[in-house]
């Protein structure tokens, strides 16, 4: 079988957030002697772009609309991500530091599309599965079903998965003619809210839609932005698949971004050396409990609540905690904690900005990782903080609801129902109460260490899934 993957993002090549560990990490369990898996994604002018090799293996000009832009594939020469890396480089529109947040982003990514799908057909074989990553993505299954260049496609199986549906691609229809042509009879196909919906057109269009754990795709029946309608009426091709994790690039015993190395023998003594150094770095007291939060500083992770709640919980505790933030985004969230880490020097600190390094030591290093989030598709954070014995602190929402079960259910972690600064707070107390158990503590981080989030449990899901669609499609 031999399987695309086609996204925005992939560790390392390019990461924002959860979607590229997963592009970077699936690909690699699934890629066995009977799959062969490949992997497309933009190229970026990146720090993993200047520091490899790449072999061109096509260039071409594609055609958006009245526009052409020259591009070229380039692939990674040595497979060392475990599978074939394929950078689509269109000079014009991405040859750019950033992955997003452009304002031309739906010409950039719809000609990533184009691109992709031109490459494909011009090779030798079609795949058996194109298995599409969000919205940046989505029209390539509406391409693939109606663009009439695209007919040699028309038999590959389609997969969509969402990892985030709040982000949707919509665009006027002034730019249909952007789109490679197709009869217009389909037209309303890509339509949803009066507008082109990229991820509405790859959900109406995909032989099977995944969301990234089983709880997010019951809740976006009732709450996705918009889409809630259409969740329900394509309920029968969907299914949720948790995430895993890759325990290779997340493992506390070898990470080499980890001074000190870990294992569930040494967690004890580990931590606490982990912890040590972190507080140095940050100016915080190693004795006191340490609560830390990485990502995104939006709304949706519940980050506009952190101001308060830290506030809230270190003058309730009498400064008896240390609070560590590593993020980026909302500025008005950038400044509210940058301003608290300089009224409560010593026990409050915050690193605004994107540094892996450091979020591998932050996992290693804090007792407790708080995640607040009001949506959270799956979170990997959760994980990777258990797997380096760290509790998660998780309201019950989404994939935080599938994998983190509260202790005083014998559970892994610590457990709230709002997305408030009340909850958090609360949550936080009981953290500093267990805090002073060191026997529970131990139980629990060994619990946490020991759990198996492995991707090679989960990608048979994928291959499964696969196998039932090619079978649908061959008996149509
Ligand atoms: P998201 O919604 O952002 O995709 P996930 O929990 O699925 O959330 O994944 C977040 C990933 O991004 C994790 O690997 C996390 O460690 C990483 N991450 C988020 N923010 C930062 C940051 N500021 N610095 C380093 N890593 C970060």
């Not at 993505?137 to 709040?166: C, D, Q």
């Not at 949707?168 to 003619?177: A, I, N, R, V």
């Not at 789109?179 to 057109?201: K, M, T």
């Not at 607040?372 to 994939?399: A, D, F, H, K, W």
């Amino acid at each position: 079988m031999e399987i695309f993957h086609i996204g925005a993002e992939c560790y390392p090549a390019a990461k924002v957030g959860g979607l590229a560990d997963v592009v970077g990490a699936l690909p690699k369990y699934q890629n066995t002697a009977e799959t062969q898996v490949r992997v497309v994604i933009p190229c970026y002018d990146n720090s993993f772009r200047k520091e490899n090799n790449f072999e061109c293996v096509h260039w071409s000009t594609l055609q958006l609309g009245k526009f052409n832009f020259p591009f070229s594939v380039l692939k990674e020469s040595t497979n060392k991500l475990g599978f074939e890396l394929y950078l689509v480089e269109i000079p014009e529109l991405f040859d750019r530091p950033n992955i997003y947040s452009y304002e031309d982003d739906i010409e950039r990514f719809l000609s990533f599309q184009i691109a992709t799908l031109d490459w494909i057909i011009g090779r030798g074989t079609v795949p058996d599965v194109i298995h599409c990553h969000d919205h940046h993505t989505g029209l390539i299954p509406f391409m693939m079903t109606y663009a009439f260049k695209y007919e040699k496609l028309r038999n590959t199986s389609t997969v969509i998965t969402i990892h985030n549906g709040l982000y949707q691609g919509q665009f006027g229809f002034d730019k249909l003619h952007y789109l490679p042509q197709f009869d217009l009879v389909h037209v309303n196909v890509l339509e949803w809210g009066n507008c082109i919906n990229s991820l509405a057109a790859g959900i109406k269009c995909a032989d099977a839609i995944t969301t990234v754990s089983p709880s997010y795709l019951n809740e976006i029946n009732y709450s996705a932005n918009g889409l809630e309608s259409l969740f329900r009426m394509v309920r029968h091709k969907s299914k949720g698949i948790l995430n895993g994790i890759d325990n290779q690039v997340w493992d506390p015993e070898k990470d080499p971004m980890l001074d000190l190395n870990y294992a569930i023998a040494t967690q004890e003594k580990g931590k606490q050396e982990n912890k040590e150094e972190l507080c140095t770095l940050f100016n915080l007291d190693p004795t006191k409990p340490l609560f830390s939060f990485i990502g995104r500083l939006y709304d949706e992770k519940g980050a506009d609540l952190l101001p308060q709640a830290s506030k809230l919980a270190l003058s309730e505790n009498n400064e008896a905690i240390n609070i560590l933030v590593l993020g980026s985004g909302n500025s008005e969230i950038e400044n509210q904690l940058t301003e608290l880490s300089l009224d409560y020097k010593g026990s409050f600190n915050v690193f605004i900005g994107y540094d892996e390094a450091l979020a591998h030591k932050i996992y290693a290093g804090s007792d407790f990782l708080l995640m607040p989030s009001r949506v959270e598709p799956c979170g990997l954070n959760q994980m990777y903080s258990m797997r380096y014995g760290t509790i998660p602190i998780v309201r019950r929402t989404g994939g935080l609801k599938d994998t983190v079960v509260d202790f005083g259910d014998d559970g892994n972690g610590i457990c709230h129902d709002q997305a408030s600064v009340e909850d958090i707070c609360d949550a936080i107390k009981r953290a500093i109460k267990l805090y002073g158990d060191q026997s529970s503590i131990n139980k629990i981080r060994i619990k946490g260490m020991s759990t198996d989030h492995s991707w090679e449990r989960v990608c048979q899901e994928y291959i499964e899934l696969y196998n039932l669609i090619i079978t649908k499609r061959n008996e149509n």
